[in-house]
């Protein structure tokens, strides 16, 4: 998922397994429903039958470019998210001072 994804890499989380990728799609930094992705991606004249396609090869990259959000933080922090960022930061920082990290 696009928000807690990222939330779980910063404490920790190094695996990932789940399926929303198949069930909904990715826009903007917001998982979506499939019908809204496609209308606003592709627009209203987007075939029913490709609907479902598209969206899969979308969100396939759309994990590719996560993934390597991820692996930027590891050298160059923060400002690896595109979407989120402070969130994430945020995140990390207080769960940071709850443990004494």
């Known amino acids: 998922d696009t928000v807690p994804t990222p939330l779980y890499f ?3 989380a190094d695996v ?3 399926l929303t990728w198949l069930r909904f799609s990715y826009h903007d930094g ?4 499939r019908q809204n992705y496609s209308t606003l ?5 987007m075939k029913s039958h490709l609907v ?8 396939y990259g759309y994990m590719k470019e996560l993934e390597r959000e991820m692996r930027n933080f590891l ?4 400002g690896s998210f595109k979407h989120h960022r402070e969130l994430i930061e945020k995140a ?4 940071n001072e709850e443990v004494g990290g």
Do not use: H, P, Q
């Open 30 to 33: 917001m998982t979506v429903y």
């Open 75 to 78: 050298t160059k922090g923060f």
């Open 41 to 45: 991606r592709y627009g209203i004249d």
């Open 16 to 18: 990932f397994d789940g």
């Open 92 to 95: 990390y920082e207080t769960v």
């Open 10 to 12: 910063v404490a920790g």
């Open 52 to 59: 479902d396609l598209k969206c899969c090869w979308d969100n």
